[in-house]
């Protein structure tokens, strides 16, 4: 009799093998999103934090959510294919550089906003988080959307949309347009020379 | 008669946009039924395998090419990648975008902060409101031409209650009660009949443009009852108003998305162009 117990109990170990071994994402893709937003926003409310402070710990949560790795992939686009994969990691590498030194002194900028988190739609392995940002000075919220992918389990951002207006999309045409008219070692130092004035001025 | 003569001009000048615009389309549309890679944007086009190669080599070559974008577009969860809009004059509009941005910077901002130093912030969100809901007609005929009903009957709404309750649209009960602000032009308007953007303009003070929105605010010009009551005079001075009330609340947003440009041109029309497009599929 016991034994008939383990046999059903394993039988159903079995039967729920392909699902445990599925690595489908946990939490879902607006809960991923909100968890990450609401640690950032509570490190911009921490008024012991000095703002490099703030920029460090908020960057960690972006390493965390972002796979730089898909960014890359697609500013490049096309050319993703067509270069070697060492000047793609180089390209990887510069890219988040970039990005980051962007928005390195943009948190200090944080004046209240509130974040209304809206619906979700998941078509594995992508999915959409969309959101609407109150803020005073815009006439209408600023609606986003953040696109993720399914990474090992685990939602990630590859892109973010404000107004409609694609990150990713943005500068793989800024990217292209330099590409037109010089090689992509150039572009790379262009890149690099962009990221080092932000340092610099941040 | 003044008026009249200032009607025909401003007709005229929508009637040659329009007509470029037809004949642009169409001359592209032929031209693209022997190559592809020509309704690919000017500076993507350099990107083509088409480009210098000969008859023969042609099919082939877009079919490789076409094959190539299908992979990205699987790669890209599936989706159409947008393409940028042709911009066959980009040296001049390199030019109309530095005299913009210097106007930004030595006109604009300077008068939007003494403006501001002038009007409390609350002020200046009220005057956003009232001009906008003396604009709400251009929304609504808009709304109606694109047969957006719902929108429309929101528009007229908002009108209705912005205007009584919230004192001449000074204040916005309306959004409060759930009725969003709409967004609606004719460049819009067009864009829903299938107009494309044509190619790219940047338009002195105005700003980044397209021949289709270009036509779309000449028309808009006449839609607006304003135009009609108003001295000529005191439109341009409520379109000056409306401009430097928005520079006052938004200064730094420009300065922002300058800076995290690589090339400020081709992103300040890149995000023209993607805007657009995301509100005419709204």
Not at chain 2, 68 to 94: C, V, Y
Request: aromatic fraction near 10%; charged fraction near 25%; glycine fraction near 6%.
């Amino acid at each position: 009799m016991k034994t008939g117990k383990i046999f059903t109990l394993l039988f159903l170990v079995c039967l729920a093998l392909p699902f445990l071994v599925w690595g489908g994402p946990k939490v879902s893709p607006v809960d991923q999103v909100k968890s990450e937003i609401e640690q950032g926003l509570a490190i911009l409310k921490n008024p012991k934090l000095k703002p490099h402070e703030k920029t460090e710990e908020i960057f960690k949560i972006v390493d965390k959510s972002v796979d730089w790795h898909e960014v890359a992939k697609r500013v490049l686009g096309i050319r993703w294919r067509r270069v070697a994969p060492e000047q793609r990691e180089k390209f990887t590498v510069l890219f988040k550089e970039f990005v980051k030194a962007n928005y390195a002194n943009s948190f200090e900028k944080y004046s209240g906003e509130k974040v209304e988190y809206g619906k979700q739609e998941i078509d594995e392995p992508y999915s959409r988080v969309f959101l609407k940002i109150h803020s005073k000075i815009y006439e209408k919220p600023i609606s986003m959307e953040c696109r993720l992918i399914d990474k090992e389990g685990e939602w990630m951002i590859y892109d973010i949309l404000t107004e409609g207006v694609s990150m990713v999309n943005n500068y793989r045409v800024q990217i292209n347009n330099i590409l037109v008219n010089s090689s992509f070692d150039k572009m790379l130092e262009t890149l690099r020379k962009k990221a080092e004035k932000l340092k610099k001025t941040a | 008669m003044k008026r009249l003569a200032q009607s025909i001009l401003v007709l005229g000048l929508g009637c040659f946009l329009s007509s470029v615009a037809l004949a642009e389309g169409s001359s592209r549309l032929l031209l693209a039924s022997a190559d592809p890679a020509f309704l690919l944007p000017k500076d993507q086009q350099e990107m083509s395998p088409c480009k210098d190669k000969t008859d023969a080599h042609r099919i082939e070559l877009v079919q490789r090419w076409e094959e190539e974008e299908k992979a990205q577009e699987a790669e890209n969860q599936g989706k159409t990648i947008q393409r940028t809009m042709p911009d066959p004059f980009q040296p001049l509009n390199r030019g109309l975008f530095w005299v913009n941005d210097r106007l930004y910077f030595d006109a604009f901002k300077p008068l939007a902060r003494v403006y501001g130093l002038i009007l409390p912030k609350d002020v200046r969100i009220g005057m956003r409101h009232a001009i906008s809901n003396l604009h709400a007609p251009i929304q609504f005929f808009n709304s109606i031409l694109q047969l957006k009903m719902k929108k429309a009957g929101t528009v007229l709404c908002r009108f209705a209650i912005n205007s009584t309750v919230g004192i001449a649209g000074f204040l916005d009960p309306a959004t409060r009660m759930g009725l969003e602000k709409v967004n609606e032009d004719a460049g819009q308007t067009l864009g829903v009949y299938g107009l494309k953007e044509v190619f790219y303009l940047d338009i002195p003070i105005l700003g980044p443009s397209c021949v289709r929105d270009t036509s779309g605010k000449v028309a808009d010009t006449f839609m607006d009852p304003l135009y009609y009551l108003l001295n000529t005079w005191f439109y341009v001075g409520l379109y000056a108003l409306d401009k430097v009330n928005e520079v006052s609340l938004t200064i730094g947003t420009y300065e922002d998305f300058k800076r995290s440009a690589i090339d400020p041109y081709i992103a300040v029309r890149n995000a023209y162009y993607q805007y657009r497009r995301q509100l005419i599929q709204k």
